[in-house]
Structures are given as C-alpha cells and as structure tokens.
C-alpha cells in the first residue's frame, strides 16, 4: 500500500499499540516499525514491554524516561495555571501528551522514519492530542492510525495478535481501561460506564479509601518560589521527587480522587474516575498563595484564563499560539508568588489552615487590622462612596415612585 516505508509508532504494551505493529506492517505495507515506549512515572517495569514489541515483530524497541521532563515542563506549568478542566481535572493524561508526541517526533527524526504512529481509537481525547501535536512540530510526518481504521473489536484485536504471536492479556483481564503516570491515575469502562455505579474500591492504586486513612490529622507546609512548589516541610525536594512525596501524603489521607462526568472533544459525554492526590494538593496550595500575593485584579483575570488554559491542553492545542500567549501572561503572574501554604490532611480532604509569605504578601496588617495599629484612613471611605454610589442614587432618585 506505501503509505509509509519506515515508522516510529508510540507504544504502550497493551494489546492495542501490540497489534499495530504485525497490522502496520501485513495490511499497510510498512517495512520496519521502531517502538517508542515512555517512561512517565507509572511505575510498569518497561523492559518486558521493550521485549514484547520486538516480538511482536519491531525491528527496534526504544524505551525513554521522560519523567523529569514531564513535570518540570507540563506539570509544573499547570500548578502555576490552576488548571482544571471543568473544573475539577488537573489533566493528568492530557498533560503527557504533548511530551510523548515530541519525543516521538525527536526519534522519527534520528532514525530518519517517514510517518509515526499511534494505537489510539477514534472516540478519545488522546488522538487529538496525539494527531495536533504531531502536526504542529512536524507537519511533514504522516501520521499512521491503525486502531482508528482497523474496525476491529476487541476481541477480534485479541485474535488477530495471537494469530501473529501476540498473546491475549493473561489472567482474568481488568474490566477497566487504565491511563496512569506519575501524575495520576484514569479508570474508566466496564461497570463504571454506568454513571450510577459507584466506583468500586479496587479500581484505586495512588490513594486510601476514607475508611483505611489515619485517624490522626496531619499538618504540612508546602513552599513556593515563582508559582513554582519547591519544600514540603522545609524540605527541599526536586520537581519529580517533590511530586512523589505529595502524591504519598495525599494519597495517604485518601485526597485526591474524582468521580465526573466529563465533556470529551469528539463531542460524547463520558464517565471518569480520576485519582490524582499529588496535584490536587499542590494545585490548592498554589491557588491560596496567589491569593496573598496577587493583586484582585490580576487574580481576577487569572481564574478566566486559567479555564482556558485548562480547556487548550484538554483539546489538545499545547503548541498552539493561544496557548504559548497564555504561557507568557501565566508566567508573568508568577514572579511573586512566593511563600508557604499549611494544610491539614485528614479523612479525604486537605484544609488550608494558614499561608504567609515574606516579601510578596500584599496582606498589609495596618490596614486590615481592627486593633490599635490600624492605619486606614476611615474618613476617606465617605467620598469614596459618594463617587461609588452616585449612579445608583441617580438611577434610583430617577425612578422611585
Ligand atoms: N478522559 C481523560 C482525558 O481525556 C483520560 C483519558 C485516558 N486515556 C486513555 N487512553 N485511557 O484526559
């Protein structure tokens, strides 16, 4: 068929991203397939999937560890824009896309590949993702989409890999289909595609159930510099291990999980549990010491952007110009948001129970203050609120009857 001779296909293990590869090469004509296999933190030994993609006929099976790029440069960047998609979702999957997609492009460019490919079906975010940020870094690639063009099922996928070597999911297969990293955790299918049903406590990994967390509060710190969160308890961690010690104390308290019914791009409702402590956490950090340190209005127009911001990395338009606008109204935003946050951790959920900030705090004690050190001129509020009200008094001397 020639649509490509050399291919660089993003792979995962699972039976889908397997099967591409005897697929891309028996229907599609494509004469080698190179593997990319990331390593995001979600804790899978990779070097059985580096061995299950040459035997499922890759002539080479590359594995990479991206995890500090991944939080350095898209989780970090989404505590600093409190992003959360509708609200609620800190973007855990979302956020890996973009990296894998560059990546993928980096080694289709060192092994001179023509196309790359990926094993995402054609009802998810995740090709979106996949397909926009290609095409964005590399407009010259093509872009191979097996499991979106197969319309196999599922367990005509499972039969067509075994008749090329690929064996079916061993055990009694999970009902569920699982997204992880080191940010978090998605389930969603089987039962849980009823939106009635709750979800089942085996479908969590990253965090306790209410019932099993301590009886005892906890009470942490957590420190910023520029928006970014740097200590937890006066300790300085680096980005990934920093990511890990918040996943473990929320995770620990069982914070951080959701149930929602989410707005998918491709147009369908769709039912999500996420567990995500670790950003859950930082995110409501972050959000409590911009706060204190930035200006109303600035906090103002942030939250609006924040939503778009969210709503760009869902849809998939990392690389895109809004996207890199916002980066830089978001990052200017930053600068002083310095200091600490406590939280007390207890039965599922994180209060804040005091921030401060030396330096950056626009909370001024003699104006606030109703004791003896106040300093707010009282006298002023009068022609103040003259000037404020005089539409209102206009309109109403106006109109009352
Ligand atoms: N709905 C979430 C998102 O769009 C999670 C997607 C999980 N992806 C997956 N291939 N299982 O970000």
Redesign the pocket.
């Known amino acids: 068929m020639g649509r490509a001779k050399k291919v660089v296909l993003a792979y995962s293990g699972g039976v889908d991203t397997s099967v591409c590869i005897p697929y891309l090469k028996q229907e599609w004509g494509v004469e080698e397939v190179i593997t990319f296999a990331a390593d995001l933190g979600q804790g899978d030994e990779l070097e059985p999937i580096r061995l299950k993609a040459l035997e499922a006929g890759a002539s080479q099976s590359l594995v990479g560890d991206l995890i500090q790029p991944f939080i350095e440069e898209f989780a970090f960047p989404a505590i600093r824009a409190n992003a959360l ?1 509708e609200g609620r ?1 800190p ?4 956020l890996a ?1 973009p990296l894998i997609a560059r990546r993928l492009v980096e080694v289709a460019r060192e092994v001179g590949a023509d196309a790359v490919a990926h094993g ?2 054609g009802k ?3 090709q979106v ?1 996949f397909d926009v940020a290609i095409a964005a870094l590399a407009p010259d690639l093509k872009v191979l989409t097996p499991a979106r063009e197969w319309g196999m099922s599922r367990e005509e996928t499972i039969a067509y890999g075994e008749r090329c070597g690929i064996p079916a999911p061993v055990s009694k297969k999970s009902p569920y ?3 992880l990293n080191l940010l978090g955790r ?1 389930i ?1 299918a089987g039962p849980l595609e009823d939106p009635m049903v709750a979800p089942p406590e085996e479908v969590f990994a990253m965090t306790r159930s209410v019932a099993d967390t301590p009886d005892a509060p906890e009470e942490i710190e957590i420190s910023f510099e520029a928006g970014n969160p740097v200590a937890i308890n006066g300790q300085r961690l680096d980005p990934v291990a920093l990511i890990r010690e918040a996943n473990r104390l929320a995770g620990t308290h069982g914070i951080g999980r959701l149930d929602m019914i ?1 707005n ?2 491709v147009g369908i409702k ?1 039912r ?1 549990i ?1 567990e995500t402590p670790g950003l859950l956490l930082l995110i409501q950090a972050h959000q409590e010491l911009e706060s204190l340190t930035l200006a109303a209005d600035v906090l103002r127009s942030k939250r609006q952007l924040e939503m778009q911001w969210a709503d760009l990395v ?1 849809q998939g338009l990392w690389f895109g110009p809004l996207k890199d606008a916002l980066d830089g109204f978001m990052d200017r935003t930053q600068e002083h948001v310095n200091g600490v946050v406590r939280l007390r951790l207890h039965k599922g959920t994180a209060t804040v129970t005091g921030r401060a900030s030396t330096g950056s705090s626009l909370y001024v004690p003699e104006m606030a203050s109703y004791g003896s050190e106040d300093q707010f001129d009282h006298r002023a509020a009068e022609g103040f609120i003259y000037v404020w009200g005089l539409p209102t008094r206009l309109w109403a001397a106006t109109h009352r009857k």
């Not at 973007?91 to 979302?94: G, I």
């Open positions: 998609y979702y973007l855990s999957t979302a896309r995402c079906t998810g975010n995740d993702r289909s699982i997204d998605s969603e989410e998918r791009v769709s999500e996420y869902y």
